[in-house]
């Protein structure tokens, strides 16, 4: 039976109910996930011919990906490949063989008078290998996926007091993130 999305007003049998508000599939997808914003979603009205382009192309793909990955991040799962000194098993993330040496490795930079790059060449990474390592999240047992950091489900490999003294001298040498 055919109803009418209550943000679009597009009449289609591919309804679904959001808060028991009926939504076409386009608009279900960026619909809000809490209740109390739902009423300024609908207040705020579209034109179903304004997004048909939209819905014919089927343009929903990336978000809805984008939206399972930051579900993804919120349960604590990782999502890419693991990080130096880590391994992926069975879908988790678990220390590596080479797992003592991030700590090594952020305890010296934390300790070293060496500039970025002859500290890289050290430990045979490039700048932007070394940047990456020293700003994972993972490396204390969190996830951090578009602009938010959960709580993830590893094992964390260093403290986060070490890691928050790395981040402090980070920010008084002006290195940027990778």
């Known amino acids: 039976m055919k109803k009418e999305c209550s943000k679009c007003n597009y009449v289609s049998e591919k309804v679904k109910l959001k808060f028991g ?8 997808y960026f619909a809000p996930d ?4 739902m009423q300024q979603y609908l207040l705020e009205k579209v034109n179903f011919r304004a997004i048909e382009t939209y819905r014919k192309q089927n343009k929903l ?18 999502m890419n490949r693991a990080p130096f000194g880590y391994i992926i098993k069975e879908g988790n993330l678990f220390p590596a ?12 930079f934390n300790e070293t008078p060496l500039s970025l790059n002859r500290f890289s ?5 490039s700048i932007n290998g070394v940047k990456k390592i020293l700003t ?3 490396y204390v047992g969190k996830i951090k ?7 993830g489900h590893h094992v964390p490999l260093l403290s986060s007091t070490l890691f928050n003294h790395v981040q402090d ?5 002006k290195i940027k993130k990778p």
């Not at 003592?100 to 952020?106: G, L, N, R, S, T």
């Not at 001298?169 to 040498?173: D, F, S």
């Open 121 to 125: 060449k050290k430990w045979g990474f």
């Open 169 to 173: 001298k980070l920010e008084r040498l």
């Open 145 to 151: 996926f578009a602009g938010e950091i959960h709580l």
């Open 61 to 78: 793909a990336g978000y809805r990906q984008k939206k399972g990955m930051i579900k993804k991040a919120k349960e604590g799962k990782i």
């Open 136 to 138: 994972n999240f993972t």
């Open 21 to 28: 508000k009926p939504l076409c599939t386009f608009c279900f």
């Open 34 to 37: 809490k209740r109390e914003e």
């Open 97 to 108: 063989e080479n797992s003592k040496v991030i700590e090594k490795i952020f305890l010296e």
